[in-house]
């Protein structure tokens, strides 16, 4: 009973921190500040947001908590998985399908401009769930990737262009460096 009662505050905590985060439909700077997860906190959160009946419905913003800026850093026609950057802004990467066909696999992207992305991952796997060292010495990334026999593998690319690959024994991974 003890377990349970821990499992049920350590939910509500999840809750009450997601009530907080960005809303990624929020205009401009309209109250964004005040639901930063971390108030008074400064560095960069990115987020996703979807508009289907825009040309681009597929887009990235970063909010800056120091200026209350959002920017929106990314949109193209292809799904977007997840996220990851640096505290700095100096480098974003997103899991994107590889083409707008919802049959494609997600690959890993670096985000060069507005409409640009770099493709750092190419294989027949979908490469979901990425994450980025938050400095901008270091900016080794992870993902999780998942093979034909539904094997869950997570990847770390180190920024030397070295990698390693670790099996997973869960369904669900989602990899944090």
Same mark, same amino acid.
């Given at each position: ?7 049920? =505050? ?17 205009? *401009? ?14 560095? $960069? ?8 009946? +825009? ?10 908590? *120091?200026?209350?800026?959002? /920017? ?13 950057? /640096? ?5 974003? =990467? ?21 409409? +640009? ?23 080794? $990334? ?6 034909? $026999? *539904? ?5 770390? $690319? ?20």
């Amino acid at each position: 009973m003890k377990n349970v009662r821990y499992i049920l =505050i350590a939910l509500l905590l999840v809750l009450a921190a997601c009530s907080q985060a960005p809303n990624p439909e929020a205009k *401009a700077n309209e109250e964004l500040s005040s639901q930063a997860v971390l108030a008074g906190a400064s560095g $960069m959160l990115y987020y996703l947001a979807h508009n289907p009946t +825009a040309a681009d419905p597929f887009r990235v913003f970063r909010y800056d908590q *120091a200026t209350d800026t959002i /920017t929106q850093i990314y949109s193209g026609v292809k799904e977007i998985q997840s996220v990851a950057g /640096t505290l700095d802004g100096s480098k974003v =990467i997103i899991s994107m399908r590889e083409t707008s066909s919802s049959s494609s696999d997600f690959e890993v992207y670096r985000i060069d401009s507005l409409t +640009a992305a770099t493709k750092i991952t190419d294989n027949s796997v979908d490469d979901t769930n990425v994450s980025i060292t938050r400095n901008t010495v270091d900016n080794s $990334m992870a993902w999780e990737s998942i093979n034909s $026999m *539904a094997h869950h593998f997570i990847v770390v $690319m180190f920024s030397n262009g070295g990698s390693v690959s670790f099996i997973s024994g869960s369904n669900s991974v989602q990899p944090s460096i």
